[in-house]
């Protein structure tokens, strides 16, 4: 019932589901931009509709956020796969098959962009620990926490973790090999 009453407006609908049913199909977390660019481009709807759409999904619990620096990760909770199971039909198969060629086509940049991340944060030392992970499926390759004296040096090492991690990756294992 819970879940019915969530999925009654019909065009409303449609983007709650075709949010689930993207985050359904990789095995990696969406941001809601990544989402969001797939909706807007093809016109389905405008932004303000779509970020209610992802509220309501986040409130009834079909989906998780993480916020990373700015950016909103999603995952789909089981809630969340059990209630596209019951509505998915209700995604006409054109749009699934665009939704999936959309994923096919970029899932190498999508999963880059959620996979390496940086965050920051000030320690109750009064430093800011810089928090560097690169997720590879479930498993983090490297968790890396490192300590800095101030926010302007967190924030460049933020910066340049995205394209700097491989490299720093290969001379870890490198050296610890």
Excluded at 95 to 100: K, L, N, P, S, V
Excluded at 130 to 150: A, G, N, R
């Amino acid at each position: 019932f819970y879940i019915r009453r969530h999925f009654m407006a019909e065009p409303f609908t449609l983007y709650k589901l075709i949010i689930l049913y993207m985050l359904d199909r990789v095995d990696f977390p969406l941001t809601n931009s990544q989402i969001s660019s797939f909706l807007l481009d093809r016109g389905y709807t405008n932004y303000f509709t779509l970020q209610q759409a992802f509220s309501e999904l986040e409130e009834a619990n079909l989906v998780k956020p993480q916020t990373i620096r700015n950016t909103t990760q999603f995952q789909l909770t089981k809630s969340g796969r059990e209630a596209l199971g019951y509505f998915c039909d209700r995604i006409p198969n054109a749009i699934q098959e665009e939704a999936d060629q959309y994923l096919q086509e970029h899932k190498i940049e999508l999963r880059n962009e959620v996979s390496v991340t940086a965050d920051y944060y000030r320690t109750t030392a009064k430093e800011y620990a810089v928090h560097c992970v690169i997720k590879e499926k479930e498993s983090d390759l490297i968790d890396l926490t490192l300590t800095v004296p101030d926010k302007k040096q967190a924030e460049a090492m933020c910066k340049s973790w995205k394209n700097k991690c491989e490299m720093v990756y290969q001379f870890l294992m490198t050296q610890l090999s």
